[in-house]
């Protein structure tokens, strides 16, 4: 069974690859996520999130650090939204099992707002 952190690392190179099929495979059937743009409850609506929200306003993103604690793994990156300046973001996951089972995110979404 892989480490939480590299579960997490899979995870975002699954988002940085848009890879559909990997991202799911990270994620446990119950997982939720609370961000500052929504919500999701379960996989297919977590992926969902990502392939219809973060994918289409921001091309790329790049991780800055990981911070593991056990199951606990906090990934501080930025999003780089089309025409606009970097955005610092904070995700936290929690891993049980070898899978995603939880998802908190925080960032200032002022500059992917304005675009929109």
Known sequence: MESPVEVVKAYFDAWTTK????LRGTLAPEVSFV???????????????LVN?????????????????GPEVLTWFE??????????????????????THIRVTFDPRSILEKR
């Open 35 to 49: 961000g500052a743009l929504g919500t999701a409850e379960g996989a297919e609506s977590c992926v969902k999130g």
């Open 53 to 69: 929200g973060m994918w289409k306003v921001s091309p790329r993103m790049r991780v800055l650090h990981r911070f593991v604690d």
């Open 19 to 22: 890879d559909e099929a990997k």
């Open 79 to 100: 999003i780089h939204p089309y025409d606009g300046a970097p955005t610092p973001v904070a995700n936290w996951c929690h891993v049980e099992n070898g899978r995603i």
